[in-house]
């Protein structure tokens, strides 16, 4: 058989997802009816995607148009290829401090290979069923680095918020907190003056899905209070000429036009450094796409593919860097914008790309006047809104665990970086896990019939017994209650209330059979099913038991009288030859 046909039959018996984009499955019997509402809700997502793909960009440090066309291509590939509906792929928050942070630490062109790595990761990921695997990361840690990136983000706006004169932020937190502190004296009341009162616009500004009231009320909500704030503050700017940063002084406007392919510097040095940034960008990206696609799930009584999502998100993010765009992943605000917008298929996602690449090619010299303040204002509001703040207040009613995960999490996203914090959070996660399964692990001794001799005892076993709770066992096969003078001849262990149980366990049960034997002891084990009965089974204590494996405990109790009869009978014996 030659090698291609080897390596076919050998991934054909690998568990591979189905390579099935949800599109496929949503256009059967796609009607005019819900092509007009996707073109609707692709329109209004677009718009509210224009100010934030902007916003995301600057903040990550990259200039605007990048955040723009990450907005069109990933959004529209997320779109195409994706396992959920409605989501809404394109720049997002959480990746904002990891991109500033890969940008500070390794360059504008290993941030692109490292989007290509992350990429790849996500397709394997999603190519090899992994996207279940996500859900097991407790919502604590998720929690805690959410709150920890939009700390972060609010922090990196204070420039722009206040007009401060300073060149670049620094990625530290203590960093940037000096830096802002150094330049304060730099105060720029216009800025501030615009900052404010567009975050203000945008706080108030009615929802057009949930406003009632005249026509044209209804007409003015479903205009996104984002896009009002860079239309009144950019026309503010450009009529009375105010002393602020716009996105032309700073970044020479927004390029008219498609975007060019580019191909990203290889240097082998640099490039192999970069496992942990692709790491973290696939991993944040997974959690981030398929939590927005549960949400989305809730809202429309739908089920996601998730692993046709990561592979979707994969090809997204293995192309879009070759057009000089950013990270993405699905969007929760504006999934949910689409949503109550009236979405029904990916067309909508779509949609709302195309809508920002006419933008580009009609309006983009009009973007050059928007002031910096205001897109702070909108990411400050962005920041506002990701992070979970009641959590912090009910607090006080969770549990260590809960409290020590989130916390550590949150702390460590801020003071060193998301890598860091998802890491030692999920070790304490696991150690207060153990400790849990631990404490429900119970190991007591049994109550038997009165009939039984006291040469036999039974000891009821409930929980797990693992790596992490076998101690509680220690008593029960400790070597020296073997030696002693009033020792069990049988042991019975009960294991109908025991639901796993690992090789740890079963290595000491193992040696404690050999224990048993050597001084004419015998251990019975009543009860065991599913995983541990396969337990037993595949580590050949179940043949070396033999009969002593018994159903349940009334068949323990007559396999003992047996037993006991027996050893009886052997003892007999030994005294007959001694005395011969």
Avoid at 152 to 174: C, E, N, R
Avoid at 504 to 530: C, K, P, T
Wanted: hydrophobic residues 55%; neutral net charge; proline residues 5%.
């Amino acid at each position: 058989m030659s090698f291609s046909k080897q390596a076919g039959e050998f991934l054909h018996h690998l568990p591979l997802a189905h390579f099935r984009p949800v599109l496929l499955d949503s256009i059967k019997g796609y009607s005019r009816h819900m092509l007009t509402r996707d073109i609707s809700a692709g329109l209004t997502v677009g718009m509210v995607a224009l100010p934030l793909a902007m916003a995301f960009g600057i903040a990550s440090g990259v200039p605007p148009e990048a955040g723009l066309y990450t907005a069109i291509i990933a959004g529209f590939l997320i779109s195409l290829l994706g396992g959920c509906r409605v989501q809404i792929g394109g720049p997002a928050g959480a990746f904002v401090v990891i991109i500033y942070g890969i940008i500070a630490q390794y360059g504008l062109s290993n941030l692109m290979l490292a989007t290509i790595g992350s990429g790849i990761i996500l397709f394997f990921m999603g190519l090899f069923k992994l996207g279940g695997f996500i859900k097991f990361i407790p919502i604590s840690i998720v929690i805690g680095f959410t709150n920890g990136i939009a700390v972060m983000i609010g922090l990196q706006q204070v420039k722009d918020f206040l007009g401060l004169s300073i060149a670049k932020m620094p990625a530290d937190f203590f960093e940037m907190i000096l830096t802002i502190i150094a330049h304060i004296k730099t105060f720029n009341p216009w800025a501030f003056g615009i900052a404010l009162t567009s975050f203000l616009v945008i706080f108030f500004w009615p929802k057009g899905y949930s406003m009632n009231g005249p026509q044209w009320k209804r007409w003015i909500a479903h205009l996104p209070g984002t896009v009002v704030v860079l239309i009144l503050s950019t026309v503010f700017v450009s009529l009375f000429n105010i002393p602020v940063e716009t996105i032309g002084s700073k970044f020479g406007g927004i390029p008219q036009g498609l975007p060019e392919l580019r191909l990203p510097e290889f240097d082998w040095q640099s490039a192999k450094q970069l496992y942990g940034a692709m790491l973290t960008l696939a991993v944040l990206g997974s959690i981030e796409s398929l939590l927005c696609a549960r949400v989305a799930d809730t809202m429309t009584d739908d089920r996601h593919d998730p692993n046709q999502e990561l592979m979707g998100q994969g090809v997204a993010n293995m192309v879009v860097p070759f057009f000089g765009g950013i990270p993405a992943t699905g969007t929760i605000a504006r999934t949910v914008t689409n949503i109550k917008s009236g979405a029904f298929s990916p067309v909508a996602g779509m949609v709302h790309a195309v809508t920002l690449l006419v933008v580009i090619l009609v309006a983009a010299p009009l973007a050059a006047s928007i002031p910096l303040s205001a897109l702070a204002a909108i990411l400050v509001f962005v920041a506002w809104n990701m992070g979970n703040w009641k959590e912090f207040v009910r607090l006080k009613r969770m549990s260590l665990s809960y409290k020590a995960t989130l916390l550590l999490t949150f702390f460590l996203t801020v003071i060193f970086d998301l890598t860091v914090a998802v890491e030692f959070g999920l070790v304490v996660a696991c150690i207060f896990f153990l400790i849990r399964m631990n404490n429900i692990t119970v190991v007591e001794p049994a109550t038997l019939p009165f009939h039984m001799p006291d040469t036999v005892e039974a000891w009821h076993i409930r929980g797990a017994l693992f790596f992490g709770s076998i101690s509680k066992l220690e008593h029960v096969t400790d070597p020296h209650r073997l030696m002693a003078a009033d020792s069990a001849k049988i042991v019975i262990l009960d294991f109908t209330d025991l639901v796993n149980i690992d090789n740890s366990a079963m290595d000491q049960i193992e040696v404690f059979v050999r224990a048993l034997h050597r001084h004419h002891h015998e251990l019975i084990i009543a009860g065991a099913s599913g995983h541990p009965l396969r337990q037993l089974e595949r580590t050949g204590i179940a043949q070396a038991l033999g009969p002593n494996l018994v159903p349940d405990m009334e068949f323990a109790m007559a396999r003992a009288d047996i037993v006991l009869a027996e050893l009886a009978e052997e003892e007999k014996k030994e005294k007959a030859e001694l005395q011969a």
